[in-house]
């Protein structure tokens, strides 16, 4: 079964400072590989993901990720964070099956500090 | 692009009530709509799959007959708690795609069963 692990509940950063979430996986096959942000009492918004190509994926909000398929991980980074960048965020992978479900870490809060 | 509404936002009712939410994808049509149920600072839980003119795969212990899904339609999908009790209350979201691409979420609604 396909698994993301999200090691860290939370993660401190300084404004302006580089911001790096992580996350590993498990699959049985090349894997798809999602990231998503969620915000106080909303739904999840979606940052980027990862299918096939570059391993350096670009996304919203001046976020990327590395896939790694060595180490099976796909941290999300970026290069100065915001304030406005504190939230919960998810990392997923999708079944390899015709469900097309998302499989969800556990999630890690991002606090950046002013 | 790739809206997807809930309403309500936010419901309170008095136990063994029936409580109705309307997922909908405001700019796309969805072949599948997915049902999660999220604790407090936990991560989210797949409650069912549901897909257009056929009826939800629900995850193993979710209660069919206690929450209703109908996706009538490509752009609307409904997931009714009946009987609620207090230990249904929880943060419901819903997300929807179309087969192999990315899922988009609702904000989410919060019920909370007194």
């Known amino acids: 079964a396909q698994s993301v692990a999200q090691p860290e509940d939370q993660v401190n950063v300084a404004e302006g400072n580089p911001l790096t979430v992580k996350c590993t996986y498990s699959?049985?096959?090349?894997?798809?590989l999602f990231w998503y942000v969620q915000y106080p009492n909303r739904g999840l918004q979606f940052l980027l993901k990862?299918?096939?190509?570059?391993?350096l994926v670009k996304g919203s909000y001046g976020f990327e990720a590395e896939f790694n398929k060595s180490q099976t991980s796909f941290h999300l980074k970026k290069p100065s964070a915001l304030v406005s960048d504190s939230a919960l965020y998810f990392c997923?992978?999708?079944?390899?099956?015709?469900?097309?479900?998302?499989?969800f870490g556990s999630g890690t809060r991002l606090l950046v500090r002013p | 692009g790739a809206v997807v509404s809930q309403h309500p936002s936010r419901v309170i009712c008095k136990s063994g009530t029936s409580v109705k939410i309307e997922c909908r994808s405001l700019d796309f049509q969805a072949t599948t709509m997915f049902w999660y149920r999220q604790f407090p600072k936990q991560s989210l839980m797949l409650m069912a799959t549901s897909n257009e003119g056929s009826k939800a795969t629900y995850e193993q212990g979710v209660e069919k007959d206690k929450f209703l899904i109908n996706h009538a339609s490509l752009t609307l999908s409904t997931l009714t708690v009946t009987s609620a009790h207090p230990e249904d209350s929880s943060f419901y979201i819903c997300?929807?795609?179309?087969?192999?691409?990315?899922?988009?979420f609702g904000p989410g609604t919060r019920l909370t069963v007194l």
């Open positions: 699959v049985s096959g090349n894997p798809y």
């Open positions: 997923a992978v999708r079944e390899l099956d015709s469900s097309y479900k998302l499989i």
């Open positions: 990862y299918i096939t190509g570059d391993n």
């Open positions: 997300s929807a795609g179309r087969k192999g691409e990315t899922q988009y």
